[in-house]
């Protein structure tokens, strides 16, 4: 028997509000590694380029928690499952200030990355599924808590830095977060039930849908992270900021632009179908960062790129799902395979965008 077949509208709306946190969560640890980038460097006595292998590294570790989470979902409990990743990202989040040479820091990156890509194909499962048939305005509010805990990171960051120069007090306060939401799942056990192996509806034309939405979102999240991760080195290094702490604004600016965009591109994702919205986001996407490289040490020119690019980013990831849930079964496995795509753009582009970076 399905215990949360039939929930009371309380325990779905308090399931809703976990999972919007959860991607909040999951928002704070995508943008905690670029701007602690340079405090890492110094820590480590590594070359700032060597450790952009530690974006691959976390990526990695993002495919390898997708592809664990979407082969577990219906295993056991589905909160049980967003338990597990939490308890990890915890255990991370406060381990990681602690470590001060590269090989201690590669697994540790990579782990997160396994534990919070594992939370978030789980989590945006089941949000998915709950709201089948209706999810574009979910998956707009939850992406719009996962560019909030994306902004907040950064400055938290600084903060952090411009108060005890070390990145403790920032990360340790993210595990606060992760165990308010431990609690909570815990008091929501066992979780809906998720249909992992149905097929995907829409036959052969299904599976190209989901193809194009993982190639997509392969494009997407790699842009994404190098952009993020790697601003406040570049406006560090081209002599905009002047500090770590001020390099660290730029990538909030960025994602406080990706959480604003999320509301303001709202009322066309009610009015306009997402291939549209996928058009024109794209474009601005183009034209914004062609801006920002452009710009050479134009300050405001830079930060008008940076928030026209984020601006044209949020809809994508949002619209992306919508047009996947229209076309075919958003099951456990359809969703791993999405987001495992993602990671591995996550993987590749940060490097490359790096190396162009530093030289």
Request: proline share 6%.
């Amino acid at each position: 028997m399905d215990v949360v077949a039939t929930p009371p509208s309380r325990r779905i709306t308090g399931q809703t509000a976990a999972y919007f946190l959860c991607f909040a969560l999951v928002g704070v640890l995508s943008t905690m590694l670029g701007p602690s980038l340079l405090t890492l460097s110094e820590v480590t006595g590594s070359p700032l380029g060597s450790l952009g292998l530690l974006f691959t590294v976390d990526s990695f570790g993002s495919v390898c928690g997708s592809l664990l989470a979407g082969w577990l979902l219906n295993r056991f409990a589905t909160h049980l499952q967003a338990v597990a990743g939490l308890v990890g990202i915890t255990v991370l989040l406060l381990v990681l200030p602690t470590l001060t040479t590269p090989t201690a820091l590669l697994p540790a990156w990579w782990a997160l990355g396994l534990c919070k890509t594992f939370l978030i194909v789980t989590v945006n499962t089941l949000l998915i599924r709950e709201r089948a048939g209706n999810v574009g305005p979910s998956m707009n509010v939850a992406d719009f808590f996962l560019g909030l805990g994306s902004l907040v990171m950064p400055v938290v960051i600084a903060q952090s830095l411009r108060g005890t120069g070390h990145l403790q007090w920032a990360y340790w306060s993210a595990a606060v977060l992760s165990v308010v939401l431990i609690i909570w799942m815990l008091r929501m056990l066992p979780g809906p039930t998720v249909g992992a192996d149905d097929k995907p509806r829409g036959g052969s034309g299904g599976k190209r849908v989901v193809a194009a939405v993982a190639a997509m979102l392969f494009v997407y999240v790699g842009a994404e992270i190098s952009f993020s991760g790697w601003l406040p080195a570049y406006v560090h290094g081209r002599g905009i900021a002047s500090s770590a702490a001020d390099a660290a604004y730029f990538a909030s600016l960025f994602w406080i632009a990706v959480t604003v965009g999320r509301l303001v591109w709202l009322p066309p994702a009610h009015r306009y179908p997402p291939q549209r919205l996928l058009l024109a986001a794209f474009a601005g996407c183009v034209l914004s960062l062609a801006l920002v490289l452009g710009a050479g040490t134009a300050t405001p020119l830079v930060v008008a790129g940076t928030v026209g690019f984020g601006l044209c980013m949020a809809p994508i990831f949002p619209s992306a799902f919508t047009l996947l849930d229209q076309e075919v079964t958003v099951t456990g496995r359809v969703s791993a395979v999405c987001l495992c795509t993602a990671s591995v753009g996550a993987m590749f582009f940060p490097p490359v965008v790096g190396h162009l970076v530093v030289t």
